[in-house]
C-alpha cells in the first residue's frame, strides 16, 4: 500500500502594511512554488489582495468578510477540506502546497488550533511553517500596540524583515532587537521591494526550531485569539472616473482626522479621464499612495475602499471621505 502524504501549508502573517501580498505574488512566480494553491483571507466586504495576487496555476481563493482567527475560521477549515475531495475527485489540478494569507489583524494561535483539531485536515494537511512579515520601520510599534503582531512573531518558524530599501540602519537595527526579544532562536529574513526567493523561505523554514508554547485566551482547551481594541472594517464604494488628485487629497485629509485609528486603506479606483485602474493605498507612517496596479485589474473589481480601523468605526471613516470627494473644490 502506497504511504499517505500530506499536503504541506504556509501559513503567511504579518500585520496590516508589512508587505505579505507583494512577496506572496513573487513566491508564486517561482518553480518551488508551481502548482500552489492559495487562500488569502481578508477583512472586509470587498476582497482586494486576491485580485493583486497573480497565479501561473489556479485562481487565489478567497476568504472574505472576516478573520481566519474569528469569523471565517471555520470558512478555512470548510475550504481545504473541500480542496482535499476536489483533489480527490480530479475535479481540479493536484497542488503541491497550499499557501495561506492572513488578514493583517490576524491572530495565527487559533488558526493553528483549528487546523490541527480538524481531523481530515490534519490528516491530510500539515504547517511546514509560519512566516511572518515584519515592517522594519514600524514594526516594533507596532509590537508594542498590538498583540496580534506579538502573536504572529511568537508563532514565527521564520521572520521576514521588510522594506529594508527606505528604511534607515538605525530602524533596521531596531526592528531585528524587537524580532529577538520575542522570538530570538527564528531565522530571520530581509527583504527589499520584495525581492525574498521563495527558496531562501522554504530553507528557512526547514532549519526553524518550532516555536516555543504561549498563553493565549481560551475557554476549555480551545485557543481564542487575541485582539486589540475595537477593530471594524467598511467599505466606501468609488464612482467610475474619480479624480486621483481630489481622491488623494481626500485620503490625505481621512488620516490627518483619524490618525492611528485608521490601520489600513486599500482599493481599486477608476481615475479620470478614461478610468484606469489605480490602487489607492493609505497608512499611518506612509501616507497615500495612488500607483498603476502590478497586474491587469479586469471589469469584474469594484471600485472602492477598503478601510481597516480601531477604536473608531470604520464606516465613520468611509463616510468622511466620500463626503470629500463629494465636496467641490473652490479655487
Given at each position: 500500500?502506497?504511504?499517505?502524504?500530506?499536503?504541506?501549508?504556509?501559513?503567511?502573517?504579518?500585520?496590516?502594511?508589512?508587505?505579505?501580498?507583494?512577496?506572496?505574488?513573487?513566491?508564486?512566480?517561482?518553480?518551488?512554488?508551481?502548482?500552489?494553491?492559495?487562500?488569502?483571507?481578508?477583512?472586509?466586504?470587498?476582497?482586494?489582495?486576491?485580485?493583486?495576487?497573480?497565479?501561473?496555476?489556479?485562481?487565489?481563493?478567497?476568504?472574505?468578510?472576516?478573520?481566519?482567527?474569528?469569523?471565517?475560521?471555520?470558512?478555512?477549515?470548510?475550504?481545504?477540506?473541500?480542496?482535499?475531495?476536489?483533489?480527490?475527485?480530479?475535479?481540479?489540478?493536484?497542488?503541491?502546497?497550499?499557501?495561506?494569507?492572513?488578514?493583517?489583524?490576524?491572530?495565527?494561535?487559533?488558526?493553528?488550533?483549528?487546523?490541527?483539531?480538524?481531523?481530515?485536515?490534519?490528516?491530510?494537511?500539515?504547517?511546514?511553517?509560519?512566516?511572518?512579515?515584519?515592517?522594519?520601520?514600524?514594526?516594533?510599534?507596532?509590537?508594542?500596540?498590538?498583540?496580534?503582531?506579538?502573536?504572529?512573531?511568537?508563532?514565527?518558524?521564520?521572520?521576514?524583515?521588510?522594506?529594508?530599501?527606505?528604511?534607515?540602519?538605525?530602524?533596521?537595527?531596531?526592528?531585528?532587537?524587537?524580532?529577538?526579544r520575542v522570538r530570538h532562536d527564528a531565522p530571520v529574513l530581509t527583504?527589499?521591494?520584495?525581492?525574498?526567493?521563495?527558496?531562501?523561505?522554504?530553507?528557512?523554514?526547514?532549519?526553524?526550531?518550532?516555536?516555543?508554547?504561549?498563553?493565549?485566551?481560551?475557554?476549555?482547551?480551545?485557543?481564542?485569539?487575541?485582539?486589540?481594541?475595537?477593530?471594524?472594517?467598511?467599505?466606501?464604494?468609488?464612482?467610475?472616473?474619480?479624480?486621483?488628485?481630489?481622491?488623494?487629497?481626500?485620503?490625505?485629509?481621512?488620516?490627518?482626522?483619524?490618525?492611528?485609528?485608521?490601520?489600513?486603506?486599500?482599493?481599486?479606483?477608476?481615475?479620470?479621464?478614461?478610468?484606469?485602474?489605480?490602487?489607492?493605498?493609505?497608512?499611518?507612517?506612509?501616507?497615500?499612495?495612488?500607483?498603476?496596479?502590478?497586474?491587469?485589474?479586469?471589469?469584474?473589481?469594484?471600485?472602492?475602499?477598503?478601510?481597516?480601523?480601531?477604536?473608531?468605526?470604520?464606516?465613520?471613516?468611509?463616510?468622511?471621505?466620500?463626503?470629500?470627494?463629494?465636496?467641490?473644490?473652490?479655487?
Amino acid at each position: 500500500m502506497a504511504a499517505r502524504t500530506s499536503v504541506p501549508v504556509l501559513l503567511l502573517t504579518g500585520f496590516l502594511g508589512s508587505g505579505k501580498t507583494s512577496l506572496l505574488a513573487r513566491w508564486l512566480k517561482a518553480p518551488e512554488f508551481a502548482g500552489a494553491m492559495v487562500i488569502v483571507n481578508e477583512l472586509g466586504e470587498v476582497g482586494i489582495d486576491d485580485r493583486l495576487v497573480e497565479s501561473s496555476s489556479d485562481t487565489p481563493l478567497l476568504l472574505d468578510n472576516g478573520c481566519a482567527c474569528c469569523a471565517a475560521g471555520e470558512d478555512l477549515t470548510a475550504t481545504l477540506e473541500r480542496l482535499f475531495w476536489d483533489r480527490l475527485h480530479r475535479k481540479i489540478p493536484k497542488f503541491s502546497w497550499v499557501l495561506i494569507e492572513t488578514t493583517g489583524v490576524a491572530d495565527p494561535a487559533p488558526i493553528l488550533d483549528r487546523l490541527a483539531r480538524h481531523s481530515l485536515v490534519s490528516e491530510r494537511y500539515h504547517v511546514a511553517g509560519v512566516v511572518t512579515t515584519f515592517d522594519s520601520r514600524r514594526g516594533p510599534a507596532q509590537l508594542a500596540r498590538h498583540p496580534e503582531c506579538m502573536s504572529q512573531l511568537e508563532h514565527a518558524s521564520a521572520a521576514i524583515l521588510t522594506k529594508t530599501d527606505i528604511a534607515s540602519e538605525a530602524e533596521i537595527a531596531a526592528a531585528r532587537d524587537a524580532i529577538a526579544r520575542v522570538r530570538h532562536d527564528a531565522p530571520v529574513l530581509t527583504s527589499s521591494r520584495s525581492d525574498l526567493s521563495a527558496a531562501a523561505v522554504i530553507a528557512a523554514m526547514a532549519r526553524a526550531t518550532p516555536p516555543r508554547a504561549h498563553r493565549h485566551h481560551g475557554h476549555g482547551d480551545h485557543v481564542h485569539a487575541a485582539h486589540s481594541g475595537h477593530v471594524t472594517s467598511a467599505f466606501a464604494a468609488l464612482p467610475r472616473d474619480v479624480d486621483a488628485d481630489a481622491l488623494a487629497a481626500a485620503l490625505g485629509a481621512a488620516m490627518a482626522k483619524f490618525g492611528p485609528g485608521l490601520l489600513r486603506l486599500k482599493g481599486f479606483a477608476r481615475t479620470a479621464p478614461h478610468g484606469a485602474w489605480r490602487v489607492a493605498q493609505a497608512m499611518p507612517g506612509d501616507g497615500v499612495a495612488i500607483t498603476e496596479p502590478p497586474v491587469a485589474i479586469d471589469d469584474s473589481a469594484k471600485a472602492g475602499l477598503t478601510i481597516i480601523a480601531q477604536d473608531v468605526e470604520a464606516r465613520t471613516i468611509a463616510d468622511a471621505i466620500l463626503a470629500d470627494l463629494a465636496t467641490p473644490v473652490t479655487a
